[in-house]
C-alpha cells in the first residue's frame, strides 16, 4: 500500500499546544529532569519504553488515579508473560470512573431514532450505588462473575460499574448473538447474574429477546438471578428462571446513595473479554482493573486528546472491546454518547445528526462504516455543521489511503483522523493515533506510548519498509492475566509467544514506514502465499472496492491444485451493487486494477459473485471461515457470526473445482 510523502493533516501550533499530550510532556520533564516538553515524538516514544517505571508512574499521576499507587512500579519488566506491574497497587476500577456527581451530562443514548435519553453523573452515581447494593444483597462478591446480554444502553454501563465497584468480574454480549453464541461464552465463566434485555431496535424494527434469554437462563445452571432491562420488548420476566424485572430488582435499594467502593490489587481481574469464535469455542481473555485503567487514561487523553467535557462517541455494542474502551473516557472526564442500532438509518445520516445535536468532539466508527458511506456518496461536509468535532477514529480493518481522502474530503478537513489496530486481547491499541503529530494517507500515526511494538521478519529481526509480523517486545500493563480455564498458563503461550521467545505476536500482517507509523494488511492467518509470496489481504481489497460496481468483497487462498499443500491460488468472492451481475467485461477491469496497483501475483484466478460476505458481530469479514468452507472443512462456530447464512454462498462452487 502506498502512501504520500506530504501528511494530509498537520495539526496547528496553536492545537499541539493545547493537547493533553503537551501537558504531558511538560509534566513528565519537570518530574524526572528529562528534556521532553520540546521532544518530538519518537523521543518521547524511545523514553515511555527504556525508562517504563518512569512514564507509567507518571501515566498514574496525571491521570489522577484514585487509589495508593505503592513504591514499585514494575517487577521482572523483561520477562513476557511473567511482568508484575505495580505490586503495592490498591485501586478500583469503577471509583476511578464515577470520580464525579455533578449534574452535567454524563452519558447521552440515542436508540436508533425511536428512543433519546440522558443521564448526569450523579444520576449515574445513584443508579450504581442501588445497583450494587442490589448485587451484594444475593451474595455477589469479588471474583464473581456479572454478564450482560444487552444492547449498547446506560444499563448496561451501570451494571459494568456495580460490578466493578464490588470487584466482580464483568463480561457482555450483545443481543444479536443467538443462545449457542452466548452459552459458548457465558457457559465457561459461569455467571451469578445476567442482566438481558427484552428487544432492541434495529433498522426501525423490534427484536424480540425474550425467548432467547428465557432458553439461555435455562441452560446456564450457574445463574441465581436474571435481571430482564426493559428496552423495545414487553418487559415481561416472569417465563425466565429466576428472571426479575429492573425495578423491581432495585426497588428495595431505592435510597442508596453512596457506594462502597472494593480496594483490590491492581492486577484483579476486571472483564472477561472472548476471542472472535470463528475456528473454535472462544478464549475466555481475563483482564486485569489497573491495567485496562491506565492504558485507557493513556490512550484517551495522550493519543486521542480527550479532556474533561468533551463528547466521546464509538459506534458499537456490548460485544466489542471498542464498548469497554468508550466507557473508559468517564475517568477522562468526557460524556459519553451512546447509540443502538443501525448506523445508516436515515441513508447513514443519523450518526452525524447525532454529531451536530450532542456537540460530538470525537467520533469512532469502523474503516467499513467509511468506506459504506463513501459508496453511497454522503457528504456530511455539506449537510451537517459538525462544529466540535476534532477527532475520527477507524478500527475493525484497516482503512485504506482512499478512505483518508474520503473523511478529509467530504466529513471535515480539520480533524486528527485516527485509525487505530489492537484488540481484545489487549483491550486496547498497539498503534493509534498522535494528536500532535501528522496523518500521513494510508497509515496509522504511531505506536502506543509505553508499547514497544515493531515489525519482525520471518527471522525475528526488525524490518522497515517492509511487510512483518507486528510484534511487542517488551511487556506492558494491559498483558491478559490469562485465559479462564488455563491453570498453567499454557494456551495463553501458545497464542501469543509461540513465534518468537519473550515476545509478543499479535498475529497482524503490517509494515512499519518511513514516518514511523504503520499500515496493517490484514490478519497473518488469512494472508495469502502464492507461490511462496506472503500478500496481505487488504491489499486487495483496497484496490477491488475501489469499483463502484462492488459493495465489499473477499478473498482467500484455495489449495491448488487439490491436495498440494505447498501453493494456493487466489480467489476474489465480489458482493456487488444491486440489479448487477458479475461478468467478462467487469472482471477484466477488476484483474486490471490490481495488476496496476500492486503485483502480478495479486491478481484473483477466480473472480465469483456471492450474495453477502459473512462477518463478525463487530463487522469483521471472516476469511478464515470461508476458506473452510470451499475446502470442506467444518467452520467449529457459526454463532460466532452475524449472518451465517452467508457461509452458504461458498459452499461446493463448482467454478472453484477447476
Not at 9 to 27: E, G, V, Y
Not at 61 to 77: Q, Y
Not at 250 to 270: N, S, V
Not at 467 to 480: H, I, Y
Request: some cysteine.
Amino acid at each position: 500500500m502506498s502512501t504520500s510523502l506530504a501528511p494530509i493533516w498537520q495539526p496547528s501550533a496553536r492545537r499541539i499546544a493545547a493537547t493533553r499530550l503537551t501537558a504531558f510532556m511538560k509534566d513528565a520533564e519537570k518530574r524526572w529532569k528529562r528534556r521532553l516538553a520540546s521532544a518530538d515524538y519518537q523521543t518521547l516514544h524511545a523514553w515511555s519504553i527504556d525508562h517504563p517505571e518512569e512514564f507509567w508512574a507518571t501515566v498514574w499521576e496525571f491521570g489522577d488515579v484514585r487509589g495508593e499507587m505503592g513504591s514499585t512500579v514494575v517487577v521482572d519488566r523483561e520477562k513476557m508473560p511473567g511482568a508484575q506491574w505495580f505490586p503495592q497497587a490498591r485501586l478500583n476500577f469503577a471509583e476511578n470512573l464515577l470520580r464525579r456527581r455533578d449534574t452535567s451530562d454524563a452519558l447521552v443514548f440515542w436508540g436508533e431514532d425511536k428512543v433519546k435519553g440522558r443521564a448526569s453523573h450523579a444520576e449515574l452515581y445513584r443508579a450504581v450505588a442501588q445497583t450494587a447494593a442490589a448485587l451484594r444483597a444475593i451474595g455477589v462478591v469479588k471474583g464473581d462473575r456479572v454478564a450482560a446480554y444487552l444492547p449498547n444502553l446506560p444499563a448496561a454501563v451501570v451494571a459494568m460499574l456495580a460490578t466493578a465497584s464490588i470487584g466482580a468480574i464483568f463480561s457482555s454480549a450483545s443481543p444479536d448473538f443467538g443462545v449457542q453464541g452466548v452459552l459458548d461464552r457465558f457457559g465457561q465463566i459461569e455467571p451469578k447474574v445476567l442482566f438481558a434485555c427484552d428487544g432492541y431496535w434495529y433498522n426501525g424494527k423490534v427484536i424480540d429477546c425474550l425467548g432467547k434469554v428465557a432458553e439461555i437462563a435455562a441452560r446456564l445452571p450457574s445463574l441465581q438471578r436474571v435481571v430482564v432491562v426493559p428496552y423495545a420488548g414487553s418487559g415481561e420476566s416472569m417465563a425466565v428462571t429466576h428472571g426479575v424485572s429492573l425495578a423491581d430488582f432495585l426497588a428495595p435499594f431505592a435510597g442508596e446513595t453512596e457506594i462502597r467502593f472494593e480496594r483490590l490489587p491492581f492486577g484483579h481481574p476486571l472483564y472477561i473479554m472472548y476471542s472472535s469464535g470463528t475456528t473454535g469455542v472462544p478464549k475466555c481473555i481475563v483482564h486485569c482493573a489497573g491495567g485496562a485503567l491506565l492504558q485507557h487514561l493513556k490512550e484517551h487523553q495522550l493519543q486521542a486528546d480527550v479532556k474533561p467535557g468533551d463528547r466521546l462517541f464509538y459506534f458499537t455494542t456490548c460485544g466489542w472491546m471498542m464498548w469497554n474502551w468508550l466507557v473508559s473516557g468517564l475517568a477522562s472526564g468526557a460524556t459519553l454518547l451512546l447509540y443502538d442500532g443501525s448506523p445508516f438509518v436515515g441513508r447513514g445520516s443519523i450518526l452525524f445528526d447525532y454529531a451536530d445535536a450532542e456537540g460530538m468532539t470525537h467520533f469512532g466508527t469502523s474503516a467499513k462504516f467509511i468506506d459504506a458511506i463513501a459508496k453511497i456518496a454522503l457528504q456530511p461536509r455539506r449537510t451537517h455543521q459538525l462544529k466540535h468535532l476534532r477527532a475520527m477514529f477507524s478500527t475493525g480493518s484497516p482503512l485504506v489511503a482512499e478512505g483518508f481522502d474520503y473523511v478529509y474530503a467530504n466529513i471535515k478537513p480539520d480533524l486528527q483522523l485516527a485509525s487505530i489496530s489492537g484488540g481484545t486481547d489487549i483491550i486496547s491499541c498497539f498503534v493509534l493515533g498522535n494528536p500532535n503529530g501528522p496523518v500521513y494517507r494510508g497509515e496509522i500515526q504511531c505506536a502506543g506510548l509505553g508499547m514497544a511494538v515493531d515489525v519482525f521478519d520471518d527471522d525475528g529481526r526488525p524490518v522497515r519498509g517492509e511487510k512483518g509480523e507486528l510484534v511487542c517486545t517488551r511487556s506492558f500493563p494491559v498483558m491478559p492475566i490469562g485465559f479462564w480455564n488455563d491453570a498453567d498458563g499454557a494456551r495463553y503461550r501458545a497464542a501469543y509467544f509461540e513465534r518468537f521467545d519473550n515476545i509478543w505476536c499479535h498475529g497482524d500482517f503490517a509494515e512499519r514506514t518511513q514516518h514511523d507509523g504503520f499500515i496493517i494488511y490484514g490478519r497473518s492467518d488469512a494472508t495469502l502465499n502464492p507461490g511462496g509470496v506472503r500478500i496481505g489481504t487488504a491489499e486487495i481489497y483496497r484496490q477491488v472496492e475501489k469499483l463502484v460496481e462492488v459493495v465489499e468483497s473477499l478473498v482467500i487462498g484455495q489449495d491448488w491444485p487439490p491436495g498440494n499443500s505447498g501453493d494456493v491460488r487466489v480467489v476474489l468472492f465480489v458482493k456487488l451493487r444491486e440489479g448487477l451481475l458479475h461478468d467478462d467485461a467487469l472482471e477484466g477491469r477488476i484483474k486490471q486494477v490490481i495488476r496496476d496497483n500492486t503485483t502480478p501475483r495479486h491478481v484473483p484466478a477466480k473472480i465469483l459473485q456471492v450474495a453477502d460476505i459473512p462477518r463478525t458481530k463487530s463487522g469483521k469479514i471472516v476469511e478464515l471461515a470461508v476458506r473452510n468452507v470451499v475446502h470442506g472443512h467444518p467452520v467449529k462456530n457459526v454463532e460466532a457470526l452475524a449472518n451465517p447464512e452467508a457461509l452458504e454462498h461458498f459452499r461446493n462452487r463448482t467454478e472453484l473445482s477447476s
